[in-house]
């Protein structure tokens, strides 16, 4: 059973940190690696991807791959409150599929 | 540019009555399509998938099924709806097997089964 493992959270954090999100996966033959935003009540929306070992940066998003540890994350510097969500982390497994952790529920305190 | 359309919104059904839930997908050909269930406080679990017309892989084994008639349509049913089968119902696509594969949801149908 292929899986994606989250903290549920809440995570919260104040207006300007830094937010850290985490995710581990099973299936070391992962290559693609997504991180969705979902409101609640709302369609999860993509927010970056990454597939290769190290930092990606996108604005205030950074993503972090390391396959060795099967591990990935994303950080939110200068948090906002409109940040507030959860966030789901996908692995794409292959074979056209897609596996979503549960999600961790952030808040950004103004 | 490619939108989907996911439609209704919201449900409520008894228990035992049937389900139908439509995906459509404009502005692409031959796409991926899902359909992805979430419970309340839950990640997104893959119920379908299907790459062509026809063509359906199922994920979980259960009382729901789906088909693909044309390219750009996808439909999810029930003969007989449990309790258990509540949830919010998202249907995706996405393109190639390639990496950097993106998903892209509709709205969501909030299914209450009472």
């Known amino acids: 059973q292929k899986e994606v493992e989250q903290n549920s959270g809440p995570l919260s954090v104040p207006e300007g940190a830094i937010a850290s999100l985490n995710c581990t996966y099973s299936?070391?033959?992962?290559?693609?690696f997504f991180w969705y935003r979902q409101y609640s009540g709302k369609s999860p929306e993509l927010i970056m991807f990454?597939?290769?070992?190290g930092d990606k940066e996108d604005g205030r998003f950074t993503a972090q791959l390391n396959k060795a540890s099967q591990y990935v994350s994303l950080l939110i510097r200068d948090s906002q409150p409109s940040d507030s969500a959860t966030y789901l982390c996908?692995?794409?497994?292959?074979?056209?599929?897609?596996?979503f952790g549960a999600g961790t529920r952030l808040f950004v305190k103004a | 540019s490619q939108t989907i359309h996911q439609w209704p919104a919201t449900l409520v059904q008894p228990v035992g009555s049937p389900l139908s839930l439509e995906c459509t997908v404009e502005?692409?050909?031959?796409?991926?399509l899902y359909w992805y269930r979430q419970a309340a406080g839950r990640g997104l679990q893959l119920l379908f998938y299907?790459?062509?017309?026809?063509?359906i892989s199922s994920e979980v084994p259960q009382n729901l099924s789906a088909s693909r008639p044309q390219d750009r349509q996808f439909i999810l049913s029930s003969k007989k709806l449990l309790l258990s089968d509540s949830g919010f119902y998202l249907c995706?696509?996405?393109?190639?097997?390639?990496?950097?594969?993106?998903?892209?949801f509709g709205q969501g149908t909030r299914l209450t089964v009472v």
């Open positions: 995706a696509w996405s393109l190639g097997e390639a990496m950097n594969t993106e998903a892209f």
């Open positions: 299936d070391q033959g992962s290559q693609s």
């Open positions: 990454i597939y290769s070992n």
């Open positions: 996908a692995v794409d497994t292959g074979g056209f599929k897609t596996i």
């Open positions: 502005g692409t050909s031959n796409p991926n």
């Open positions: 299907s790459v062509g017309i026809g063509q």
